[in-house]
């Protein structure tokens, strides 16, 4: 994702160029230009200009497109806002365990601590990786000698450390360091951790239908490619730039919203996963009274820049 300040034009337009998509988008705005460049110099070439679209007609299929278009980039966001709420969630209940538990450890007990600690950060990172494609077990906390070993031989990583946090909390309770309704509590906020992997991955899971996707494309290649013919009459020449603008935000439009309907990729606009990992990481850890490397700290405040 890019991480941007919104009221600095001037720095977000310098950063324009971390965007894949953007580079992509003139890569195509180029070839619509080249089509538009051999379609107007045959017109002018052999006295065509006369041979256009009718304007009441293309002015339809604008609307129509233009319909199609704002439906299918709020399908998207839609898609890409519930994600961030999703892991705003994961946030807000790691740091609420943290916060019960931290209650009821005694202060000097630093191994249940640690352990703790360990488990609720590898929770966001494993479940990071899940989301893309593969586990980055290095990044994973060393909760006991051999943890991450043993992770390595698990399909769903997310769900074998919740286990373990549930196991944890049962022996907190053997031990009497919490009580049955302190349990109840804490298991209001345990459950959300699985609830939420679970539905990141309905999203994940659940591409935006083929057909309709599909249509969209077509409909909008169908009209770039009449567009120089609706111009050519009025503008000749400049019907060239004036296509390439056009095709900039039709085509823009549409590869966005195939970039953020899937907010858990890589790709620049996606949700920053690993940075929100990292701040679970840091701020669970402050909370217990665990210490925890500077460098690593400084993984959940990132500058003006790309992060994933």
């Known amino acids: 994702m890019i991480v941007y300040k919104s009221t600095d034009w001037w720095e977000a337009l310098r950063h324009l160029r971390s965007s894949g998509i953007i580079r992509l988008l003139l890569k195509r705005v180029l070839w619509v230009g080249l089509y538009a460049t051999v379609v107007t110099a045959g017109a002018v070439q052999f006295n065509l200009l006369n041979f256009t679209v009718d304007k009441e007609f293309f002015t339809f299929l604008g609307i129509m497109l233009s ?22 969630q994961l946030v807000n209940n790691c740091r609420n365990l943290a916060v019960l ?35 980055r077990f290095h990044k994973l906390g060393e909760a006991h ?68 996707s599909y249509f969209i494309k077509g409909f909008i290649s ?28 039709l085509l823009g439009v549409e590869m966005i919203g195939d970039e953020i309907e899937d907010p858990f990729g890589k790709d620049s606009n996606d949700l920053p ?23 690593v700290k400084g993984l959940a405040d990132v500058p003006y820049s790309v992060v994933f």
């Open 67 to 88: 319909l199609l278009l704002a439906f299918r980039t709020n399908s998207a966001y839609d898609r890409f806002y519930e994600g961030r709420r999703l892991w705003g």
């Open 101 to 135: 538990l931290h209650a009821r450890l005694p202060a000097d007990d630093y191994a249940n601590r640690t352990y703790l600690a360990q488990l609720l950060s590898n929770f966001p990172i494993a479940l990071d990786g899940h989301l893309r494609g593969g586990v």
């Open 273 to 295: 996963l690993t940075q929100l990992s990292n701040r679970i990481r840091a701020n669970v850890h402050e909370i217990l009274g665990v210490a925890l490397h500077e460098d």
């Open 222 to 249: 169908v009209f770039i490619a009449t567009m120089p013919f609706n111009l050519l009459d009025t503008y000749e020449y400049m019907t060239v730039p004036i296509t390439m603008f056009g095709a900039y935000a």
């Open 145 to 212: 000698s051999g943890y991450v070993e043993q992770l390595r031989q698990v399909s769903h990583v997310p769900s074998r450390i919740a286990a373990q946090l549930q196991e944890f909390y049962e022996q907190l309770l053997q031990e009497g360091l919490i009580l049955p309704t302190h349990l109840l509590t804490i298991q209001r906020h345990h459950e959300v951790l699985l609830d939420v992997a679970g539905a990141c991955e309905r999203i994940k899971s659940t591409p935006i239908p083929f057909s309709y």
